[in-house]
Nanobody, 116 residues
Framework: QGQLVESGGGLVQPGGSLRLSCAAS????????MAWYRQTPGKERELVAS????????GYTDSVKGRFAISRDNAKNTVYLQMTSLKPEDTAVYYC?????????WGQGTQVTVSS
């Protein structure tokens, strides 16, 4: 049984920064591409950023390009999302999961709220 545990969210002012972490267990993390997703009430879950299994390739949705950076540490089974220049529209619950096909056992997510 796999497990994904997200952390690092919180309340931050516009223009601020946060670093999210996701600890994975129960599956072979190092051979899986990973991604960060986010969801707001009433909307579909959105793919925000992805990273290849080796970490050598990354991708971002247009709205976060230049502001967010995804990285991973395969020795620690952890994927990160560094978020800078945060905007109110970044407010959401953020989840990590495998990519392109997410595992069915989503974590609880971590809430990011950008507000003054």
């Amino acid at each position: 049984q796999g497990q994904l545990v997200e952390s690092g969210g919180g309340l931050v002012q516009p223009g601020g920064s946060l670093r999210l972490s996701c600890a994975a267990s129960g599956f072979t993390f190092s051979i899986n591409a990973m991604a960060w997703y986010r969801q707001t009430p009433g909307k579909e879950r959105e793919l925000v950023a992805s990273i290849s299994s080796s970490g050598g390739s990354t991708g971002y949705t247009d709205s976060v390009k230049g502001r967010f950076a995804i990285s991973r540490d395969n020795a620690k089974n952890t994927v990160y999302l560094q978020m800078t220049s945060l905007k109110p529209e970044d407010t959401a619950v953020y989840y990590c999961n495998t990519q392109p096909v997410p595992r069915t056992d989503w974590g609880q997510g971590t809430q990011v709220t950008v507000s003054s």
